[in-house]
């Protein structure tokens, strides 16, 4: 069953196709930086502008990839949510108008749900359950995942995500952006014992996240401190060891909380490889095992859209003809596929 993944929930038109017998037959990014780095953050009209220059050729060019033409596709599975509406909106009516051409069913997939299966994408796929944390630009979450579509909220962040902490950490240094990858490069050559940042609410019991306030001890301590280079490393590396500490201490609970022997991370700041090596000694202390999917897929991509589309649509989900958006869309409103038990 060859379903078409279309993924345009914010600055990344991706593209893929996977099929339930032979896995993933190709996949397609442009990522949108460039174009966006001048502001310093994403511009959401834009981004749209974006979405609709490069959707089609990225399709046509997955489809070649694939070596299968568009009367081969058995479904098409889009991002319907949470992103920004006008982006969401560019793949939501492409994917749709394909379906229906076409004649064939369309899923809209939430983007949340894509991110936390997409490490079942690889090779040795981690098995349910497990816990995830999802950390990207826009989310910081814990999620405990029974299965498809079984999701429970474990925690989440109050203020900003840790990717959008690392952004304006980045613009605040000067670094450039995206702010995670230039964060993480200054901090190799940062002093690891000049400052210690603090470690937000893990002196408090539970799950959930706040980066504001570290941002602003970040902003504090460049103003006490100066901006010259050696500075700006140093406090590249007390921001993220404060941030990679609180994420290790609250997946560390987490585990024990619900005594899962599987920790999963997804998301952009997922590539981090400090984060990553941190995160192995957490799960080695517990007797667990942790997964991640390779680097390209833990930012925004066409593929684990196309494989979360493709275990709904086989199991019979598909959609009316109209559609919408969801720019905000809640995790645990989903249930599993085919309506089957929560439990």
Not at 55 to 66: F, N, Q, S
Not at 75 to 81: D, E, F, K, M
Not at 150 to 173: H, I, N, P, Q
Not at 240 to 267: F, N, S
Request: glycine residues 10%; contains cysteine; neutral net charge.
């Amino acid at each position: 069953m060859p379903v078409l993944g279309i993924e345009t929930s914010c600055d990344e038109t991706g593209v893929a196709v996977y099929d339930g017998a032979r896995g993933l037959l190709a996949h397609r990014l442009h990522s949108q930086i460039d174009t966006h780095a001048r502001y310093g953050g994403v511009v959401p009209e834009l981004a749209s502008r974006d979405h609709i220059r490069k959707l089609a050729p990225l399709i046509r060019e997955a489809l070649t990839d694939a070596g299968i033409s568009r009367h081969g596709l058995d479904g098409v599975a889009y991002t319907r949510g949470p992103g920004l509406a006008g982006a969401l909106l560019v793949g939501a009516a492409t994917a749709r108008s394909l379906a229906y051409a076409l004649d064939i069913p369309a899923a809209g997939i939430h983007h949340m749900e894509a991110h936390l299966l997409a490490p079942r994408l690889e090779a040795d796929p981690p098995a349910f359950p497990f816990v995830a944390l999802l950390v990207s630009g826009g989310h910081t979450m814990l999620v405990q995942v029974a299965g498809v579509g079984r999701y429970r909220l474990l925690g989440e962040s109050v203020d900003d995500a840790a990717g959008e902490a690392f952004d304006k950490t980045a613009k605040l240094l000067g670094l450039g952006y995206p702010g995670g990858p230039a964060v993480e490069k200054a901090a190799r050559e940062g002093d690891p014992k000049r400052f210690r940042f603090p470690r937000p609410m893990t002196d408090r019991p539970g799950l959930d996240f706040s980066f504001s306030g570290l941002k602003t001890h970040t902003l504090n301590t460049v103003q006490r401190e100066g901006d010259d280079p050696q500075t700006r490393a140093d406090v590249a590396r007390a921001f993220q060891d404060a941030v990679i500490d609180t994420l290790a201490i609250k997946c560390r609970r987490a585990l024990q909380a619900t005594a899962t022997p599987r920790l999963v991370i997804a998301g952009g700041v997922g590539a981090n490889a400090a984060l990553r090596e941190r995160l192995a000694e957490v799960a080695e202390a517990h007797h667990a095992r942790v997964f991640y999917p390779r680097p390209e897929f833990c930012t925004d991509n066409g593929a684990m859209v196309a494989y979360a589309g493709h275990l709904r649509l086989a199991a019979g989900e598909s959609e009316p003809t109209a559609f919408d958006v969801a720019p905000r869309w809640d995790l645990e409103s989903l249930s599993p596929p085919s309506g089957e038990s929560r439990k």
